[in-house]
């Protein structure tokens, strides 16, 4: 039996909200996230017909509310599905895609590389003499996903639409269909234009969720909000969407102020605040209410952050203080950290940009420290790893060519031996055009005493599809025997996070899943492995979103920093510095204990001003 004796009493209302749709305003260490699993809980618990999808925005959130939902209950919630919007948009072009020409094995591109190879394809076919940037083109592509752009006529997040751009970016969607492979933009895009143009299947889908909630909906871009709204279409519809407006700040991806305007234009919601910090002290929510106050866009109605317990101990003011350079700033955080006598892992090195974070990392590393940037990468660096996951690509895709060639140079990788894939190809004629068949025959013929590795890849992805037993005895120590000595440490850490996410897998899917679900929540998840136990974090403010530590050094506070020199172009009083200033106030309100300002009088060879922000909130510095 779920209770409710630990809420206040909003979150209690939230909790037991059944009146139609409901927009949650929940401040920072408001608890949000367990209001939010305690509701879908409580609607399975009473309710044998309900079935709720919840969605969010990073897998971590997604596995951690499948994991309160599964400890409330009791047992597996198979009536909930708690993903990520391009979870759901992949397992929903992966049911219906081919009313759009797309594959249900369709696979994601997580590689600029792949991306690079199919525009270049499309651009070959154009007259246009388009700029020679092609990132940057790729870029634009993304900002009209983000935008659900439908391909005529002028865009609404770009300034300018220059005339051939309606044409590339038709033929790139095209291609991407016809070689049936999407990038990440593309799954929300075409999951919204799959349940727009095909009424039957939108109608299929809703009727799977009974309820539908939203975490950090402040953060969606116009592609995520259109696929919410052909999810849930009736302004009376049972929605349940958690939002802070003052934690916006994903805007160069599409999120914007604007979003809570539509979702109060398209639903009859009622509204439900819960102001009180349960992680803050009373210092850190005044001078974060001192600096989001000078933000003019904001919910008008919307209620200060308070303190849960206002009697709750500090351990120390707000430190702000200056050094001659970015280097002793490094220094200084190193020091303090040390004379403080606190453990690295409750600490964390928050800065505006990665440059920034990167360099005081090389300086705490010099230090002694043992540094941790968290970077995003989409595939295991690993040979080991790699050969196994596009063996199983394989396996899934036995006629994929660009597989075939990628599994070529893993093995290549990994061995040393060559397999030529044009060869593997004419041979897989013998063997109805199984490419894998055929490579572990021509692998086989060369081995060079990987004969044990291709024996397994033979028996379990080849002769018989047990996917589910490999990976299992490779993730359980298998892998070691396909390691070399001079790489074990790296391969290790790969192999921990890859079980990581194996388990994630599971759990949301069941025993049962199949392999071409498998690799496809396997693509869509960041291979970087987790920090190690006593590791210095050092962090972005827009990676650190929805996190908390005890400790925290927002370094950086300088006048065209942070604030950023191209928000202060754009004016004092521009959309652009009120993010820069919601960034601040998402940095400022991770904190648990204490918070440590610092700044260097000069960045990257140039003199700065201090930050406007640190004046804002009231915080002086020491020099």
Same mark, same amino acid.
């Given at each position: 039996?779920?209770?409710?004796?630990?809420?206040?009493?909003?979150?209690?209302?939230?909790?037991?909200?059944?009146?139609?749709?409901l927009?949650? $305003?929940?401040?920072?260490?408001?608890?949000?996230?367990?209001? $939010? #699993?305690? *509701? !879908?809980?409580?609607?399975?618990?009473?309710?044998?017909s309900?079935?709720?999808?919840?969605?969010?925005?990073?897998?971590?959130?997604?596995?951690?509310?499948?994991?309160?939902?599964?400890?409330?209950?009791?047992?597996?919630?198979?009536?909930?599905?708690?993903?990520?919007?391009?979870?759901?948009?992949t397992?929903?072009?992966?049911?219906?895609?081919?009313?759009?020409?797309?594959?249900?094995?369709?696979?994601?591109?997580?590689?600029?590389?792949?991306?690079?190879?199919?525009?270049?394809?499309?651009?070959?076919?154009?007259?246009?003499d388009?700029?020679?940037?092609?990132?940057?083109?790729?870029?634009?592509?993304?900002?009209?996903?983000?935008?659900?752009?439908?391909?005529?006529?002028?865009?609404?997040?770009?300034?300018?639409?220059p005339?051939?751009?309606?044409?590339?970016?038709?033929?790139?969607?095209?291609?991407?269909?016809?070689?049936?492979?999407?990038?990440?933009?593309?799954?929300?895009?075409?999951? =919204?234009?799959?349940?727009?143009?095909?009424?039957? !299947?939108?109608?299929?889908?809703?009727?799977g969720?009974?309820?539908?909630?939203?975490?950090?909906?402040?953060?969606?871009?116009?592609?995520?909000?259109?696929?919410?709204?052909?999810?849930?279409?009736?302004?009376?519809?049972?929605?349940?969407?958690?939002?802070?407006?003052?934690?916006?700040?994903?805007?160069?991806?599409?999120?914007?102020?604007?979003?809570?305007? &539509?979702?109060?234009?398209?639903?009859?919601?009622?509204?439900?605040?819960?102001?009180?910090?349960? *992680?803050?002290?009373?210092?850190?929510?005044?001078?974060?209410?001192?600096?989001? =106050?000078?933000?003019?866009?904001?919910?008008?109605?919307?209620s200060?952050?308070?303190?849960?317990?206002?009697?709750?101990?500090?351990?120390?003011?707000?430190?702000y203080?200056?050094?001659?350079s970015?280097?002793?700033?490094?220094?200084?955080?190193?020091?303090n950290?040390?004379?403080?006598?606190?453990?690295?892992?409750?600490?964390?090195?928050?800065?505006?940009?990665?440059?920034?974070?990167?360099?005081?990392a090389? =300086?705490?590393?010099?230090?002694g420290y043992?540094?941790?940037?968290? !970077?995003?990468?989409?595939?295991?660096?690993s040979?080991?790893?790699?050969?196994?996951?596009?063996?199983?690509?394989?396996?899934?895709?036995?006629?994929?060519?660009?597989?075939?060639?990628?599994?070529c140079?893993?093995?290549?990788?990994?061995?040393?031996?060559?397999?030529?894939?044009?060869?593997?190809?004419?041979?897989?004629?013998?063997?109805?055009?199984?490419?894998?068949?055929?490579?572990?025959?021509?692998?086989?013929?060369?081995?060079?005493?990987?004969? *044990?590795?291709?024996?397994?890849?033979?028996?379990?992805?080849?002769?018989?599809?047990?996917?589910?037993?490999?990976?299992?005895?490779? $993730?359980?120590?298998?892998?070691?025997?396909?390691?070399?000595?001079?790489?074990?440490?790296?391969?290790?850490?790969?192999i921990?996070?890859? %079980?990581?996410?194996?388990?994630?897998?599971?759990?949301?899917?069941?025993?049962?899943?199949?392999?071409?679900?498998?690799?496809?929540?396997? &693509?869509?998840?960041?291979?970087?492995?987790?920090?190690?136990?006593?590791?210095?974090?050092?962090?972005?403010?827009?990676?650190?979103?929805?996190?908390?530590? %005890?400790?925290?050094?927002?370094?950086?506070?300088?006048?065209?920093?942070?604030?950023?020199?191209?928000?202060?172009?754009?004016?004092?009083?521009?959309?652009?510095?009120?993010e820069?200033?919601?960034?601040?106030?998402?940095?400022? #309100?991770? #904190?648990? &204990?204490?918070?440590?300002?610092?700044?260097?009088?000069?960045?990257?060879?140039?003199?700065?001003?201090?930050?406007?922000?640190?004046?804002?909130?009231?915080?002086?510095?020491?020099?």
């Amino acid at each position: 039996m779920i209770t409710f004796d630990n809420l206040n009493e909003n979150q209690r209302r939230a909790v037991g909200w059944d009146q139609g749709p409901l927009l949650v $305003l929940a401040g920072p260490g408001s608890g949000k996230t367990g209001v $939010l #699993t305690l *509701r !879908v809980a409580r609607l399975l618990e009473e309710n044998e017909s309900a079935s709720v999808l919840a969605l969010t925005f990073t897998n971590k959130a997604a596995t951690e509310m499948r994991e309160r939902v599964h400890d409330l209950l009791e047992e597996r919630a198979d009536r909930a599905q708690l993903c990520t919007f391009h979870s759901f948009a992949t397992d929903v072009l992966a049911q219906h895609g081919s009313h759009l020409g797309i594959r249900s094995d369709f696979r994601h591109l997580v590689r600029d590389e792949d991306r690079m190879a199919i525009l270049e394809d499309v651009i070959d076919g154009l007259d246009e003499d388009l700029p020679a940037d092609r990132k940057g083109l790729l870029h634009v592509i993304d900002r009209l996903f983000s935008e659900s752009y439908a391909g005529e006529g002028e865009s609404s997040s770009l300034a300018a639409t220059p005339a051939w751009l309606p044409t590339l970016y038709r033929r790139y969607c095209d291609a991407l269909i016809d070689a049936n492979r999407l990038d990440f933009g593309s799954l929300l895009c075409f999951a =919204g234009r799959l349940l727009r143009e095909k009424p039957a !299947v939108a109608r299929v889908v809703r009727l799977g969720w009974t309820h539908v909630c939203v975490d950090e909906f402040q953060d969606t871009n116009r592609a995520q909000y259109e696929l919410l709204r052909l999810i849930a279409p009736t302004r009376s519809h049972s929605l349940f969407v958690v939002a802070d407006d003052d934690q916006i700040i994903y805007q160069w991806n599409g999120a914007s102020p604007e979003r809570l305007l &539509d979702l109060r234009r398209d639903y009859d919601l009622r509204t439900i605040q819960l102001p009180e910090s349960y *992680r803050c002290p009373p210092a850190i929510v005044a001078l974060a209410n001192r600096l989001i =106050g000078h933000n003019t866009r904001r919910i008008a109605e919307k209620s200060i952050l308070a303190v849960h317990d206002p009697q709750q101990a500090y351990a120390g003011e707000v430190r702000y203080d200056v050094f001659p350079s970015p280097r002793k700033e490094a220094e200084f955080v190193g020091r303090n950290i040390r004379e403080r006598g606190l453990p690295s892992s409750d600490c964390v090195v928050l800065g505006r940009t990665t440059r920034l974070v990167r360099n005081a990392a090389d =300086g705490l590393l010099s230090a002694g420290y043992d540094a941790y940037v968290p !970077v995003r990468k989409s595939e295991f660096d690993s040979p080991a790893a790699n050969v196994l996951v596009e063996a199983l690509r394989s396996a899934n895709s036995p006629h994929d060519r660009v597989v075939l060639r990628r599994l070529c140079l893993a093995w290549e990788g990994l061995t040393g031996v060559v397999v030529d894939p044009q060869s593997v190809e004419a041979a897989a004629a013998l063997f109805g055009g199984n490419f894998l068949r055929a490579w572990v025959q021509s692998a086989e013929a060369v081995a060079g005493g990987w004969e *044990r590795a291709l024996q397994r890849i033979r028996t379990d992805l080849v002769d018989a599809l047990r996917f589910p037993a490999v990976v299992d005895w490779f $993730l359980e120590g298998g892998w070691e025997s396909w390691d070399r000595d001079d790489r074990e440490e790296s391969t290790s850490e790969e192999i921990a996070t890859w %079980k990581g996410l194996h388990g994630e897998i599971v759990a949301e899917y069941g025993d049962g899943v199949t392999l071409n679900s498998y690799l496809q929540q396997l &693509d869509l998840a960041s291979k970087t492995p987790p920090p190690a136990p006593d590791a210095l974090r050092c962090m972005t403010v827009h990676q650190a979103k929805g996190l908390e530590f %005890k400790h925290v050094y927002l370094i950086g506070m300088a006048q065209e920093v942070f604030p950023s020199i191209y928000a202060l172009r754009k004016g004092a009083d521009s959309r652009q510095v009120e993010e820069e200033r919601r960034s601040c106030f998402v940095a400022v #309100t991770r #904190t648990r &204990d204490t918070l440590t300002l610092t700044r260097s009088r000069s960045y990257y060879g140039y003199p700065k001003d201090p930050s406007q922000f640190p004046a804002e909130m009231g915080v002086a510095s020491r020099s």
